[in-house]
């Protein structure tokens, strides 16, 4: 344990699926090893401290502990499978799985020895830092409840961005993807997809990386066994259970044996994501109280005069600029500035103009963020940044 000052304080927030998890893009390439349960609790108290944080508007103390009730773990985990008047055989079939799920926090517990260390990559070094992960764990018998106290060093890795960091990217999804799943493999790769997907929907990782990040390094050393038991079930979950649709082709990148894994992802064209539902909504409530013209198959849009019901914004947020650059429609109908270069180097060029030339796009066509949003909305198209209603709600500032 550390010999951190620890705190009696306890935090106690009720979470939801769809709250968010965020933590620095450094983690999910960072190496460790935890029992899936307990992955799980780890990433709800995250979110309790997320939660914490806007409702307070003060940072987290990380020598204060979370608290995690069983009720509200079983709810997350069992999120829409037992609403409304139950049967008596369903009543029975929840009671069950809930002293199953108590057993899991209580054997998450009692499995806990010593804290885990996450091995995080140093860019000017070939030995990755080591970091203890979790300062205490308890959980009562009696209330039903799970607490965690995090290690203030694990804390500054996983959230807290200092002054030299201010640069640094978040990886943020919703509860909801992680919590039904049952491969520790799934979860982690599908946090690995979904922190790369801002910038490319293609990685390759060498069947080393991947020992190496699962500390699994003496284990699945022939290819059949990597693919059989870690690839390809864990591709099956992320794409049955998540926003991520995931495909895989295994490759030789020295001599002639198969040594790596090419992922190409994109967004779950059923999902949409529930801020981008309830950004919407407001969107259209606005409009009618405004006296504004709105069509639920949003052909208000492209009526003849639309430039005369919205106002071109002349400020972007970093956000708003990630969405339109991430915008496929957006992209093509201001494809005059950019040329013949390739998609990457465009959203290069696009971010550039959005952030110092916004007059000249807004003078070659004024830009309808309302509408690229709803579009993306519509069309389902899985924008890895959806906007929500305070991103909106900036642009009407204007």
């Known amino acids: 344990m550390s010999s951190n000052t620890t705190s009696d304080k306890k935090l106690k927030k009720v979470v939801h ?58 709810n997350l985990v069992y999120s829409g499978e037992f609403e409304g008047n139950l049967s008596s055989a369903q009543l029975k079939d929840k009671a069950a799985k809930m002293l199953s799920l108590r057993r899991t926090m209580l054997n998450a517990y009692n499995r806990f020895d010593a804290s885990p260390i996450m091995l995080v990559p140093k860019a000017d070094s070939d030995l990755p830092v080591k970091v203890p992960m979790i300062n205490s764990l308890h959980y009562d018998n009696v209330k039903k409840t799970f607490s ?59 069947y080393d990386t991947l020992r190496k990040i699962f500390q699994k390094e003496n284990q699945y050393r022939l290819h059949g066994h990597i693919k059989s038991r870690l690839i390809v079930p864990a591709i099956e979950e992320i794409n ?98 950019l040329g013949n270069f390739d998609l990457a180097t465009g959203k290069v060029i696009m971010k550039a103009l959005l952030e110092n030339s916004l007059d000249k796009l807004n003078e070659f066509r004024k830009i309808d963020l309302d509408w690229y949003f709803a579009l993306s909305y519509a069309n389902q198209d899985g924008n890895e ?6 991103d909106l709600d900036e642009n009407d500032d204007q």
């Open 148 to 206: 965690i106290e995090f290690h203030a060093a694990f804390y500054d890795f996983f959230y807290k961005l200092n002054a030299q960091d201010k640069k640094a990217s978040f990886n943020k999804h919703e509860l909801k993807q992680i919590l039904k799943m049952n491969s520790y493999y799934s979860l982690r790769l599908y946090r690995i997809f979904n922190s790369e997907y801002w910038r490319t929907q293609e990685i390759t990782l060498t």
């Open 17 to 74: 699926v769809h709250d968010e998890v965020a933590t620095l893009n450094t983690m999910p390439y960072s190496s460790y090893n935890l029992e899936l349960s307990l992955e799980k609790l780890m990433y709800c108290a995250m979110t309790v401290i997320h939660k914490y944080e806007m409702d307070k508007n003060m940072a987290f103390n990380p020598t204060d502990k979370i608290e995690i009730t069983a009720d509200n773990f079983f």
């Open 385 to 390: 940044e959806d906007l929500d209603e305070e």
């Open 240 to 337: 049955e259970l998540t926003d991520l649709h995931v495909e895989y082709e295994c490759i030789k990148t020295v001599g002639g044996a198969y040594d790596a894994v090419t992922f190409r992802f994109a967004r779950n064209k059923k999902y949409i994501s529930h801020k981008m539902v309830k950004a919407l909504e407001k969107m259209k409530v606005d409009y009618l109280s405004e006296g504004k013209i709105w069509s639920d198959d949003l052909s208000h849009f492209k009526v003849e005069d639309r430039e005369k019901h919205f106002t071109a914004p002349t400020k972007l947020s970093p956000k708003q600029i990630g969405f339109l650059i991430s915008s496929p429609v957006f992209m093509n109908d201001y494809g005059h500035f």
